[in-house]
Structures are given as C-alpha cells and as structure tokens.
Nanobody, 124 residues
Framework: VQLQAFGGGLVEAGGSLRLSCAASGRTSSVYATAWFRQAPGKEREFVAVLTWSGDSTFIADSVKGRFTISRDNAKNTVYLQMNSLNPEDTAVYYC??????????????????WGQGTQVTVSS
C-alpha cells in the first residue's frame, strides 16, 4: 500500500485546510487510515482515525470539534478537514494505514504504512 498526503500550506489563525491522503496498491487490505502530526522537537501525535469498513472514527481530544476525518470510497482517499486552526496546529501531518484491527490505535507503531507528510503552518 502506498500513501500520498497533500493539501498542506500556510494559513492564518482561524482559517481552514483540507488534507488528502490518497491510497494506492493493495487498498483492499487496508483496515483503517489515520492522521498523525509532528511538530519540531515533539513526538508524533495522533490526530484522527477512520476504519474503512464501517466508517468508525476516533478524534483526538486536542482537535475534537475542529477537525473531521472522512473518506471517498471511489477515490481511495481519506480527508482531514481542519477548521479553526491555531498556531499550535503547526506541524508536519502524516497519513498512515493499517491492515488489521488493533486495540490501541493512537500510537505510530499500530500502523503499517506511512505517507510522506505535508507541512501545515498556522500564522498568528
């Protein structure tokens, strides 16, 4: 499975961005796709996850109410809609996929495939 993340950029505080994660290859094996982010000097942080079978979602408390995750089946693409952005959201955003159900879904080690990352910068 190959993942390509795009859609990042520079936005003012309070603005919105939509990130896309396009999957290719053996997409039939994907169980769930997630978004993580990593700010300079910090560990990679879970943001949101969506399962492909039942569209079950889980959003991190730090972004709940501002970010939503969704999927376009026809395009094998998962989106992260980010609203009310603030400077603390500045990070490189990565999409990740896993092929099995796991108990813990908020750690990077739970995921088998990773995209290249897309930079999101929020100015104050």
């Amino acid at each position: 499975v190959q993942l390509q993340a795009f859609g990042g950029g520079l936005v003012e505080a309070g603005g919105s961005l939509r990130l896309s994660c396009a999957a290719s290859g053996r997409t039939s094996s994907v169980y769930a796709t997630a978004w993580f982010r990593q700010a300079p000097g910090k560990e990679r942080e879970f943001v949101a996850v969506l399962t492909w079978s039942g569209d079950s979602t889980f959003i991190a408390d730090s972004v709940k109410g501002r970010f939503t995750i969704s999927r376009d089946n026809a395009k094998n693409t998962v989106y992260l809609q980010m609203n009310s952005l603030n400077p603390e959201d500045t990070a490189v955003y990565y999409c990740a996929a896993r092929t099995v159900r796991r108990v813990v879904v908020t750690i990077p080690d739970a995921y088998d495939y990773w995209g290249q990352g897309t930079q999101v910068t929020v100015s104050s």
